[in-house]
């Protein structure tokens, strides 16, 4: 929140902390009743997840230890307050055991050397067309909570050195190059795999989501 309040132009940062499942819920209501399809979206999820008989949901802080108590949030619900949410761009990131490939309509792309510049010669493209993504941390598995000396995730370290530097040489940066760095800096571990994609139910039409320094708009 304060590397994105004070280097990129976000208009309105709703930030939800320890959110129980009715203040999450009430979040995602908040955002798409001041959305329009001129707008660009950004919803960062760091928490836990959960499986039961395959149906993904995250573990708002009042959630039960077991299922079965109305108090996790479905990834179903979740996906009918995305699809809703009239955003020109809308970029998901989810840092959590294994819910990130379980947005309904996962489209999995493995980004390679090709897709790693900050600006490419399609960014008007990009920024024209809609856009749709979710990167998240992992697929179905467990993912590692913290990098080591420090307070923050692998995902969540990689995400904001990014910022950073892209804020430092004032170039704006793209989701895709984000993704491609995530997924580099899990090189050689096994054990976890970053996902980039488009869910087909979102309309996903080509855009990408572009993270723009402040001073590059001045």
Not at 51 to 75: F, H, R
Not at 90 to 96: C, F, G, I
Not at 99 to 120: M, R
Not at 197 to 213: E, K, Q, V
């Amino acid at each position: 929140k304060s590397v994105l309040d004070k280097s990129y132009k976000f208009e309105k940062i709703i930030m939800v902390k320890d959110g129980t499942k009715k203040e999450i819920f009430q979040a995602f209501r908040d955002l798409s009743k001041i959305t329009t399809t001129n707008d660009y979206v950004l919803i960062y999820y760091s928490g836990h997840g959960r499986v039961k008989a395959t149906q993904a949901y995250w573990v708002p802080i009042d959630g039960s230890l077991e299922w079965g108590n109305g108090d996790w949030i479905n990834i179903n619900e979740l996906n009918i307050f995305l699809t809703e949410i009239k955003a020109h761009h809308l970029a998901v990131m989810v840092d959590s055991c294994y819910v990130g490939g379980k947005f309904k309509g996962s489209n999995i792309l493995d980004l390679d050397n090709d897709e790693k510049t900050f600006i490419t010669d399609h960014l008007k493209d990009d920024l024209n067309l809609r856009a749709r993504i979710v990167l998240s941390s992992g697929s179905d598995g467990r993912v590692s909570d913290t990098a080591p000396n420090s307070k923050n995730s692998i995902f969540a370290s990689t995400f904001l050195n990014n910022l950073r530097i892209a804020e430092k040489v004032s170039i704006p940066l793209t989701m895709t190059t984000v993704g491609f760095n995530v997924k580099r800096s899990f090189t050689g571990n096994p054990n976890q795999k970053p996902y980039y994609y488009h869910p087909d139910t979102w309309t996903h039409l080509g855009g990408d989501f572009i993270f723009i320094p402040k001073q590059n708009l001045q």
